[in-house]
């Protein structure tokens, strides 16, 4: 089993629509969890943490997390075409071992 | 403010070749980490470093070497390079452990050929 996994994708959205991108981990001891927006050719770049269960918003994103169920979630509202990217879900296990998933690529169409 | 600084950001080598890729970061981390990143596999943790003239390998280390001399630079070293190692080349720091509470900086990356 990985320690993060994601649906790989593509996942396709119209623009102004949500955008929902999940994220499941292995370990119940994880302590910290992160989105990560990858344009293509482009390295990582942070957008959203989350440490406490429930909800977490930042402008159009908001970042959910249910620790009893290991799943974390990304959604984006109103997605514009510049959302067009890879979505990595990346979890801070105790030990303080950090772990990425392999990335959602979504595609927002004009 | 800088942040992490990767160079060079292409490079060809030969095969059995050897390089050294550059990472120096101006934030006074304590952790950094090399990535690379190959289409479709995610991100893998190729060595990382808690501080000055403190290493360890990570999940994929075999072919390369790292030193970490000081706490800004932590220089990548791939000796008799091989094609498996074509791949982007990501530089990371936190000043966490394991990048808790902040996540991690990333460089630009160094996009490596090996032919």
């Known amino acids: 089993q990985k320690e993060v996994e994601q649906n790989s994708g593509p996942l396709s959205v119209p623009e102004g629509a949500i955008a929902s991108l999940n994220c499941t981990y292995s370990?119940?001891?994880?302590?910290?969890f992160f989105w990560y927006r990858q344009y293509s050719g482009k390295s990582p770049e942070l957008i959203m943490s989350?440490?406490?269960?429930g909800d977490k918003e930042d402008g159009r994103f908001t970042a959910q997390l249910n620790k009893a169920s290991q799943y974390v979630s990304l959604l984006i509202r109103d997605s514009q075409p510049s959302d067009s990217a890879t979505y990595l879900c990346?979890?801070?296990?105790?030990?303080?071992?950090?772990?990425f998933g392999t990335g959602t690529s979504l595609t927002v169409i004009p | 403010n800088a942040g992490v600084t990767q160079t060079p950001k292409f490079r060809i080598l030969k095969i059995g070749q050897s390089m050294t890729l550059q990472c120096a970061q101006d934030?006074?981390?304590?952790?950094m980490y090399w990535y690379r990143q190959d289409p479709g596999m995610g991100l893998k943790l190729i060595y990382y470093?808690?501080?000055?003239?403190?290493?360890d390998k990570g999940e994929v280390p075999n072919g390369y070497n790292v030193s970490r001399s000081t706490t800004e630079d932590f220089p990548l070293r791939l000796e008799l390079a091989a094609p498996s190692q074509t791949s982007v080349y990501f530089c990371?720091?936190?000043?966490?452990?394991?990048?808790?509470?902040?996540?991690?900086?990333f460089g630009s990356g160094t996009r490596l050929t090996v032919v």
């Open positions: 990371a720091s936190s000043g966490t452990p394991g990048g808790f509470n902040y996540g991690y900086t």
């Open positions: 370990d119940r001891g994880s302590q910290s």
């Open positions: 989350i440490y406490s269960n």
């Open positions: 990346a979890v801070v296990r105790a030990g303080n071992q950090f772990y």
């Open positions: 934030m006074n981390h304590n952790y």
């Open positions: 470093s808690v501080g000055a003239g403190i290493t």
